[in-house]
Nanobody
Framework: QVQLVESGGGSVQAGGSLRLSCATS????????MGWFRQAPGKEREGIAT????????YYADSVKGRFTVSLDNSQKTLFLQMNSLEPADSGMYYC??????????????????????WGQGTHGTATS
């Protein structure tokens, strides 16, 4: 079993920054792909940033590219999401997800081949205008 716990959400003014953390525990040895998903009110959950631990390759959705940065502290097994220049459209629940032994063909592009198996409970982030 893998446990994921997000933290770092909050409310900031538009243009501000938040840094989300995702702490992992349990049987994490085989995790090789992790990512952040966002769900805005009334919308479907979307993947916004992914990190392939084997090579360090990352992927970003167009909506966050250039503003968000995903990183992994492998020693602490913690995934981060640095969010800068936040906009009201970035508001929503942010979820951390992880996959164990993700297929190399898609994982090396830092993409999930299917919905991740492991999810955190989420942390809420809001940017107000």
């Amino acid at each position: 079993q893998v446990q994921l716990v997000e933290s770092g959400g909050g409310s900031v003014q538009a243009g501000g920054s938040l840094r989300l953390s995702c702490a992992t525990s349990g049987n994490t040895r085989d995790i090789n792909l992790m990512g952040w998903f966002r769900q805005a009110p009334g919308k479907e959950r979307e993947g916004i940033a992914t990190f392939y631990a084997t090579t360090g390759k990352s992927y970003y959705a167009d909506s966050v590219k250039g503003r968000f940065t995903v990183s992994l502290d492998n020693s602490q097994k913690t995934l981060f999401l640095q969010m800068n220049s936040l906009e009201p459209a970035d508001s929503g629940m942010y979820y951390c997800a992880a996959e164990e032994r993700a297929p190399t063909m898609t994982a090396r592009q830092a993409r999930f081949a299917k919905p991740p198996r492991n999810w955190g409970q989420g942390t809420h982030g809001t940017a107000t205008s």
